[in-house]
Nanobody, 124 residues
Framework: QVQLLESGGGLVQTGDSLRLSCAVS????????MGWFRQAPGKEREFVAR????????RSADSVKGRFTISRDNAKNTVYLQMNSLKPEDTAVYYC?????????????????WGQGTLVTVSS
């Protein structure tokens, strides 16, 4: 079993930055593609960014491209989401997820393990 624990959320103002962290335990971290997703009130969970196993390939949603950066430290079993130039529309619960599959997916349904989420609120 894999456990994921997000941290770093909070209340910020438009234009501020936050860095989310997700600590992973239970299995070999480098065996998993890692992703960040978010879910705003009344909306479906959506893809934010994902990173491959060794960290040399990333993909981000168009809505966050140029503002958010995903990274991972396999020595620390942790994946990060650096969020800059935050906007009110970025307000959501942010989830990290682990995918043991071979395809680098952006679909939530392909991810096997999920954290509890961390709330990010951006005020205008």
């Amino acid at each position: 079993q894999v456990q994921l624990l997000e941290s770093g959320g909070g209340l910020v103002q438009t234009g501020d930055s936050l860095r989310l962290s997700c600590a992973v335990s239970g299995r070999t971290f480098s065996d998993y593609v890692m992703g960040w997703f978010r879910q705003a009130p009344g909306k479906e969970r959506e893809f934010v960014a994902r990173i491959n196993r060794n960290g040399d390939s990333t993909r981000s949603a168009d809505s966050v491209k140029g503002r958010f950066t995903i990274s991972r430290d396999n020595a620390k079993n942790t994946v990060y989401l650096q969020m800059n130039s935050l906007k009110p529309e970025d307000t959501a619960v942010y989830y990290c997820a682990a995918d043991s599959g071979l395809v680098l997916s952006i679909s939530p349904s392909m991810y096997d393990y999920w954290g509890q989420g961390t709330l990010v609120t951006v005020s205008s």
